[in-house]
C-alpha cells in the first residue's frame, strides 16, 4: 500500500497503472474477490483517464466483473466479456483472461458447466500456444476442478497432476503445495 502512495505523489502514470492492476490480480488469486474489485476499479478509472492501453483496460473490465461475480455481487454479461476479450491484443493477458472467464462460468451455476469447459480448454490451448507455462499449469488445475465438480475423480487426478508437473518446472513451490494437498484430497 506504501508503494501506491508513492506512485501517486510520482505521478509515474504508468507505473501506477500497473501496480494497481497486479494488486489487483493478487488480491483476485487470494480469493479476495472483494478487493480485487475494488483495485480494479482504479485500474480501470485511471486506463480511462489516460488511453495507456486498450488491452490492459478491456482485460481490466473483464476481471472487475467475474471478481464481482465470484464475491456474489452481481452476475456478468459473456457477450460483454466476450467483446473485451475480442479488443486484448497482448498475448501475455490472453490466456488468463480466458481462464477467468472459464473460472467465472464454471462458479456461476450449474448451468455453465459446459460452457466453463469450453473456455478452459480454450486456456489450455491458448496457454500452451503462447508458452505461458505458469498460465498454463492453472488452466489445467481449474480443469480439475471442473472434472471435480463432474464426479470425475480420475480427471481431476490427471490434470491436477498436469498441473503440479508444471508448476514444479516453473518453480511455483507454493502452487505445487496448494495442488498437492488438492491431489491427495481426491478419492
Not at 497503472?17 to 474489485?37: C, D, H, K, P, V
Not at 495507456?52 to 456478468?76: C, D, E, P, Q, V
Given at each position: 500500500?506504501?508503494?501506491?502512495?508513492?506512485?501517486?505523489?510520482s505521478r509515474n502514470l504508468t507505473w501506477e497503472i500497473q501496480a494497481?492492476?497486479?494488486?489487483?490480480?493478487?488480491?483476485?488469486?487470494?480469493?479476495?474477490?472483494?478487493?480485487?474489485?475494488?483495485?480494479?476499479?482504479?485500474?480501470?478509472?485511471?486506463?480511462?483517464?489516460?488511453?495507456?492501453?486498450?488491452?490492459?483496460?478491456?482485460?481490466?473490465?473483464?476481471y472487475l466483473a467475474i471478481s464481482r461475480t465470484l464475491s456474489g455481487n452481481r452476475k456478468f454479461n459473456l457477450n460483454d466479456l466476450?467483446?473485451?476479450?475480442?479488443?486484448?491484443?497482448?498475448?501475455?493477458?490472453?490466456?488468463?483472461?480466458?481462464?477467468?472467464?472459464?473460472?467465472?462460468?464454471?462458479?456461476?451455476?450449474?448451468?455453465?458447466?459446459?460452457?466453463?469447459?469450453?473456455?478452459?480448454?480454450?486456456?489450455?490451448?491458448?496457454?500452451?500456444?503462447?508458452?505461458?507455462?505458469?498460465?498454463?499449469?492453472?488452466?489445467?488445475?481449474?480443469?480439475?476442478?471442473?472434472?471435480?465438480?463432474?464426479?470425475?475423480?480420475?480427471?481431476?487426478?490427471?490434470?491436477?497432476?498436469?498441473?503440479?508437473?508444471?508448476?514444479?518446472?516453473?518453480?511455483?513451490?507454493?502452487?505445487?503445495?496448494?495442488?498437492?494437498?488438492?491431489?491427495?484430497?481426491?478419492?
Amino acid at each position: 500500500m506504501t508503494a501506491l502512495a508513492f506512485f501517486d505523489r510520482s505521478r509515474n502514470l504508468t507505473w501506477e497503472i500497473q501496480a494497481f492492476f497486479f494488486l489487483s490480480n493478487t488480491y483476485f488469486e487470494m480469493g479476495e474477490y472483494e478487493r480485487a474489485e475494488e483495485y480494479y476499479e482504479r485500474t480501470g478509472s485511471l486506463l480511462e483517464d489516460s488511453q495507456f492501453s486498450h488491452s490492459f483496460l478491456n482485460a481490466s473490465k473483464i476481471y472487475l466483473a467475474i471478481s464481482r461475480t465470484l464475491s456474489g455481487n452481481r452476475k456478468f454479461n459473456l457477450n460483454d466479456l466476450t467483446d473485451n476479450f475480442q479488443k486484448i491484443k497482448h498475448r501475455i493477458m490472453e490466456g488468463s483472461v480466458v481462464r477467468y472467464i472459464g473460472m467465472a462460468l464454471l462458479h456461476i451455476d450449474d448451468q455453465h458447466v459446459g460452457e466453463a469447459e469450453d473456455w478452459i480448454k480454450k486456456a489450455i490451448k491458448v496457454n500452451g500456444t503462447n508458452d505461458m507455462r505458469w498460465s498454463l499449469g492453472r488452466d489445467y488445475a481449474l480443469y480439475a476442478e471442473l472434472y471435480r465438480r463432474k464426479g470425475a475423480q480420475s480427471g481431476a487426478k490427471e490434470n491436477l497432476i498436469k498441473a503440479i508437473d508444471i508448476l514444479r518446472e516453473c518453480g511455483a513451490d507454493g502452487w505445487v503445495e496448494k495442488y498437492e494437498k488438492e491431489l491427495a484430497s481426491v478419492s
